[in-house]
């Protein structure tokens, strides 16, 4: 299946570049596709904020790669309980290394969706 996942150009000053296209504040990717996440820091994710990738559900997501912010730090237990729950796996590390990580599992062709905390 090809694939049209954005490239994260650049990350910082409180965004990204994706595909050459600037995003203020943090994003989420969900089918190939970026959108505005209202998520400004790791004490903000919750199940809910994650809906639309719980929605998506295992059939369109191998597992949720999260950028939590500048420091790496565990995400809170309901929200890796839901994403077991659902059987989607979970990476989580800073931000800027899960930005770095994106574009290899992408052009690997892996089903991810990926939510960043933006630094």
Not at 7 to 24: E, I, K, N, T
Not at 32 to 58: C, I, K, Y
């Amino acid at each position: 299946m090809a694939r049209n996942a954005p490239s994260v150009d650049a990350y910082g000053d409180g965004g990204f570049r994706l595909g050459g296209v600037r995003h203020d504040g943090s994003v989420l990717i969900l089918g190939d596709e970026p959108r505005t996440w209202p998520v400004a820091s790791l004490a903000e994710l919750t199940v809910e904020s994650l809906a639309p990738v719980l929605q998506a559900g295992r059939a369109e997501v191998e597992f949720l790669l999260l950028g939590v912010g500048f420091r790496n730090a565990q995400p809170p237990r309901e929200v890796r309980e839901a994403l077991r729950g659902a059987g989607i796996g979970l990476e989580f590390m800073d931000t800027p290394a899960a930005a770095r990580l994106y574009n290899v599992l992408t052009a690997e062709g892996r089903r991810l969706a990926a939510a960043f905390i933006a630094v």
